[in-house]
């Protein structure tokens, strides 16, 4: 049963890549959502001065 075999190739082989872009989605998402609160929390950061008092 040649094509029995070749066709359970080609489902093996579009649901290996769908898992691979599917992971590769997800990835990509979780390090850019960090970086956008990042540079969204950024300009609430206030710099306060300290006065020293030398001892």
Do not use: G, R, Y
Not at 2 to 13: A, G, M, S, T, Y
Not at 20 to 39: A, F, G, W
Request: no cysteine.
């Amino acid at each position: 049963m040649p094509q029995l075999d070749f066709v359970w190739w080609i489902i093996n082989f579009f649901l290996v890549w769908s898992a691979i872009l599917v992971v590769i989605t997800i990835i990509i998402s979780n390090e850019t959502s960090p970086n956008v609160d990042q540079l969204s929390s950024s300009p609430e950061i206030t710099k306060e001065t300290a006065e020293w008092q030398w001892l």
